[in-house]
């Protein structure tokens, strides 16, 4: 197999890096090219040998926030990216981008700047600048290694203009995999680069600072929580699947962070096996807004496992802070202990060493599977489902959010003696305290049994504030013994969400209002009709017990969803636009689900009786402001009068409630106008029997509400006699001889009202200075803040401004070698067509000079030659050997030359060569005079045809001219200069 057939592995270390800015940064790295398909990269994290299917890592943000002259680095230090073979076939980069953290955790970090690397194809030439670490060999399946510098640039959208924002330090590595198998058999190795240590990736175990980290990070403001219909409800969980629906209220005392500072906390929720293999978590919360120790979210986590894996299972929520992505704590339940859909509510106590108390996490939790057991083998019903739709009117009295609760009573006059109607209020939700680290089995199978009042269920908060609505459902497990009888109802109870979350405790205590629906067979057979068999509605519930009151002065009702589950796997209710559709419930003996009234077959029109009767709802008309006179829950339903054309021959003559019917034998006797007049007439009686029945319920309920204030009366009585004595006995004391009796009772009763007023002003007053130090603390962490992004941004204005006179600059320069080019070009024109002309004075004068200079060379070559020979004569004379007769002669005779006259001849020789070099120089000279003399010339002449060209004259261009051409000529740098000697320059002599 060659190497084109193996994957690659792309490994990046992360050193240091620096930016032109302060401030905290994170890096977003990615694998990106024509042959690469991102769907098959797998991405490892520092040594782990679990790999994640991803193209790109998010590292953590850098711990140090300092000047553009800090070094930062980053906790994810190692990344590898595993490539299949295809991705050899095309171009593979890698894409990095640096974000800035924002000081507001909800918003989007800002980009920076951005460097694309190129991961293959790369040329050795590329890499001259970088600094290799380990030669590769030919057998090797390393491609290269080498650490370099990689520069992060930003575009300027308005100037076009691309600027250094930072650059970072980088060891690379690629490698050609020796298994086909993507999964690797041992970890990673990290590049060997002979350097200081750097911080391990943020999936160790255990970082060098001693504290843990996750893979997670917080949700962004973009992004929307798990919807609440995963809370409750009938919906089961995907085949072969178990989900466990996690709501998480709050906590109190979270542990400190590494650092010592208060944390921003987030929660995780994940299984044990994802714990085991490294995997992502399922769901995550928001981060609360500001750090705090005490944090509070109301959102909803959804952990799924595999259903055959569920008694091993456990859920482990992970608390810890943004973004640093520390571990604060964690909570291990195992899913064996929970029964099925069945609402638990918990409070998790953690120790906690830092702090003074216990971390206690408040959660409500529901274990789902995908289909819902059996109560009973006969019954063939499993439980009733319950959507809240929410409150009708819009409500005056606000309350903020409100919280809804549903539970089904067995007795219902006993809970509302005993839980409503009772001052406060002791009705809520009971919170099931369970100890880690360990908890024990018993503590869950504590919390899942149901008291005697039913197990409540919990919806999320409702808004809007002016009109609540949940559109949350509610499954009860059951069958027809279990849920429907005559003293069993449900009932909703509704409180703030502002009073649930307090400096102690989650608890919701003390509803501000409640509503029941009894649940009798009335209900139950409404249910089985084949109509109601997608639901059932119930319109205008009244809200009970409380104070709340609608624009038109009345108690706010609610309206809600029934449905009878029949089937294992029940399917969705109906969508809201669609509950239109639904029957209504009546309550009323036999009485169908429908919304239109049942009449007989001689009625006439809607709202009429015949022969000439008053119509049914006379007595409406005629009080139509009539209201109970106790505004307390009904007993017993409101019946209507089921006409006599309609009855079976089955039923009896008189109902369970008393009302008369027509026997079957005399029915048949009568015709149909005798119906009608015996139907209106029985009606009128059962509404009388009703309106009886009614008085006697509210006279009932006066007298309980007398018998109560008189117990109340007798207690306040007592009380105060208590207090005479008290007083009485303070007075009459033997020590107390100079005090009249009147100025003690008056002073100790201003002493108490001081004490009192002291007491609540110190509570005020201490509250009000721990307020303020919270306000301080958060001003100066905002003055810091402030002063760095003043410092920054001064910083960035210098350089801007630097950047600006640069261009400015650069715009200067490029507009004068414009016109410097246009003159240019004018100039060579000009130059071709003056060269052309055969009677250019200038020209002329040119070739007259090269000439001269030309025949003077060649004297002067000449010259020199002439003395190069006679040089060699003499010496030559000088070096023959002479005999000694000829030495005689030579002494005798004047001979050849003697010292004396050598000296003198080399004497003159030097005088020469020195009047040579002299000429040399002023012939020099005076060449580039004319040299200079010609340019301007030249210019001056170029400058007066530009002039006639154009139609401007200069006239002290044109006088120079004219006063050159007809003015005396300078001195030729050519003319003769008297006899000269040979140039060693122009023709160089061999000095000795």
Same mark, same amino acid.
């Not at 919360?285 to 909803?300: F, K, N």
């Given at each position: ?784 803040? *402030?002063? =760095? !992004?003043?410092? %920054?941004?001064?910083?960035?204005? /210098? @350089?801007?401004?630097? +950047?600006?006179?640069? $261009?400015? &600059? ?95 001849? *080399?004497? =003159? !020789?030097?005088? %020469?060569?020195?009047?040579?070099? /002299? @000429?040399?120089?002023? +012939?020099?000279?005076? $060449?580039? &005079? ?63």
């Amino acid at each position: 197999m060659g190497d084109d057939d193996k994957p690659l592995r792309f490994t990046i270390e992360i050193f240091n890096a620096q930016f032109v800015t302060s401030g905290r940064y994170f890096l977003i790295l990615r694998i990106v090219g024509s042959k690469v398909k991102q769907s098959k990269l797998k991405l490892y994290v520092g040594s782990s040998d679990v790999a994640l299917e991803d193209y790109q890592f998010t590292t953590d943000a850098c711990l140090e926030d300092g000047d553009p002259e800090t070094l930062v680095t980053f906790t994810d230090s190692v990344i590898t990216f595993w490539m299949p073979p295809e991705s050899v076939d095309g171009d593979i980069q890698l894409v990095i981008e640096a974000y800035r953290l924002p000081e507001n955790p909800m918003h989007e970090g800002d980009k920076c700047g951005e460097a694309v690397f190129s991961v293959f194809p790369r040329r050795g030439a590329l890499f001259s600048g970088v600094r290799r670490s380990t030669p590769s060999t030919k057998d090797s399946n390393e491609l290269y290694q080498f650490e370099t510098n990689i520069t992060l640039n930003q575009v300027q959208e308005d100037e076009g203009l691309w600027i250094s924002c930072g650059s970072i330090r980088a060891a690379m590595r690629l490698v050609f995999e020796e298994e086909e198998q993507p999964k690797p058999s041992k970890k990673p190795q990290p590049i060997q680069i002979s350097r200081e240590p750097k911080p391990g990736p943020s999936t160790a175990p255990d970082t060098p600072a001693g504290f843990k980290k996750i893979q997670e990070s917080a949700l962004g403001s973009h992004v929307n929580s798990i919807p609440v219909h995963h809370l409750c409800g009938s919906n089961t969980a995907r085949e072969g699947k178990c989900e466990v629906a996690v709501l998480i209220h709050g906590a109190l005392g979270l542990p400190m962070k590494s650092d010592g500072r208060v944390p921003q906390p987030y929660i995780v929720g994940k299984s044990r096996r994802a714990v085991a293999q490294m995997q992502m978590g399922q769901s995550v919360t928001h981060a609360v807004i500001q750090p705090t120790h005490s944090p509070s979210w109301e959102e909803l986590l959804l952990i799924e496992v595999n259903e055959d894996e569920a008694n091993n299972e456990a859920v482990i929520l992970l608390v810890a802070d943004h973004p640093s992505k520390e571990l604060l704590t964690e909570f291990t339940m195992p899913l064996s202990h929970l029964k099925p859909f069945h609402q638990y509510h918990l409070e998790l106590v953690q120790p906690n060493s830092e702090l003074s108390g216990d971390t206690r996490l408040y959660i409500t939790l529901m274990k789902k599977l995908d289909k819902l057991p059996l109560p009973s083998v006969d019954a063939k019903i499993y439980g009733i489902e319950v959507l809240l739709r929410g409150v009708d009117s819009p409500i005056l009295s606000q309350m903020g959010p409100l919280i809804a609760t549903g539970r089904i009573v067995n007795d219902w006059r006993q809970y509302k003696e005993t839980m409503l109607s009772a001052q406060p209020r002791p009705a809520g939700i009971t919170v099931t305290t369970i100890h880690f680290p360990s908890p024990h089995p018993t503590s869950f199978a504590i919390a899942g049994t149901a008291n005697e009042y039913g197990a409540p269920q919990l919806t999320t908060t409702a808004g809007p504030q002016e009109q609540p609505q949940w559109n949350q459902t509610m499954f009860f497990l059951g069958d027809k013994s279990s849920l429907f009888t005559t003293e069993s109802a449900l009932v909703l109870e509704y409180y703030p969400a502002s009073l649930a979350m307090t400096r102690d405790c989650w608890q919701l205590t003390s509803p501000v209002g409640y509503s029941y629906q009894t649940m009798d067979q009335l209900l139950l057979s409404s249910l089985q009709w084949d109509s109601a068999k997608m639901g059932l509605r119930v319109d205008n519930l009244p809200v009970e017990g409380s104070n709340l009151r609608t624009a038109v002065g009345l108690g706010p009702t609610v309206g809600m969803v029934l449905r009878l589950v029949t089937d294992e796997k029940p399917d969705q209710l109906l969508s809201a636009a669609h509950l239109s559709s639904l029957p209504v419930f009546r309550e009323g003996p036999q009485a169908a689900p429908h919304d239109e009234p049942v009449q007989a077959e001689n009625f006439g029109k809607a709202g009429q009786a015949p022969y000439g009767l008053p119509p049914m709802n006379a007595v409406k008309k005629m009080l139509p402001q009539f209201h109970s006179l106790y505004t307390a829950p009904r007993n017993e339903p409101v019946k209507e009068y089921v006409p006599l054309g309609k009855l079976s021959p089955q039923e009896g003559t008189v109902d369970a409630y008393g009302s008369s019917q027509i026997p079957p034998e005399v029915r048949g006797e009568l015709d149909a106008n005798s119906l009608a007049v015996m139907d209106y007439q029985m009606k009128e009686v059962d509404r009388y029997r009703t309106a009886m029945r009614k008085m006697a319920a509210d006279l009932l309920h006066v007298r309980e509400d007398c018998k109560r204030l008189e117990e109340a009366n007798s207690r306040l009585r007592r009380e105060l006699g208590q207090h005479d004595e008290i007083s009485r006995l303070m007075v009459s004391s033997k020590d107390l001889d100079n005090v009249t009796h009147s100025e003690l009772v008056q002073k100790f009763v201003l002493l108490k009202k001081k004490l009192a007023d002291e007491s609540a002003k110190k509570q005020e007053m201490k509250s009000r200075l721990q307020h303020l130090q919270n306000d301080l603390i958060k001003k100066n962490e905002m003055e810091k803040d *402030f002063l =760095k !992004l003043q410092e %920054a941004h001064e910083g960035q204005q /210098a @350089l801007l401004q630097k +950047l600006q006179g640069k $261009v400015q &600059k650069a715009q200067t320069i490029q507009d004068t070698c414009k016109k410097q080019e246009k003159v240019i070009v004018q100039l060579e024109q000009l130059l071709a067509q003056r060269g052309k002309g055969p009677y250019n004075g200038v020209s002329i004068e040119t070739g007259e000079t090269y000439r001269k200079l030309s025949e003077e060379n060649i004297r002067l070559q000449a010259e020199v030659l002439q003395y190069k020979e006679q040089l060699k004569a003499a010496e030559a004379k000088l070096k023959k050997p002479r005999s000694p007769g000829e030495q005689r002669v030579v002494g005798v005779s004047n001979g050849p030359m003697s010292d004396m006259e050598r000296l003198e001849l *080399f004497e =003159k !020789l030097e005088k %020469a060569e020195g009047r040579i070099v /002299a @000429l040399e120089k002023q +012939l020099a000279d005076n $060449v580039r &005079k004319w040299a200079k003399d010609k340019a301007d010339l030249q210019i001056k002449l170029n400058e007066s045809q530009v002039a006639q060209r154009t139609g401007y004259k200069n006239s002290s261009t044109s006088v120079d001219i004219l006063d050159w051409h007809n003015g005396p000529k300078p001195n030729s740098p050519s003319r003769h200069l008297g006899p000269r000697r040979p140039s060693p320059k122009l023709d160089p002599l061999e000095r000795r």
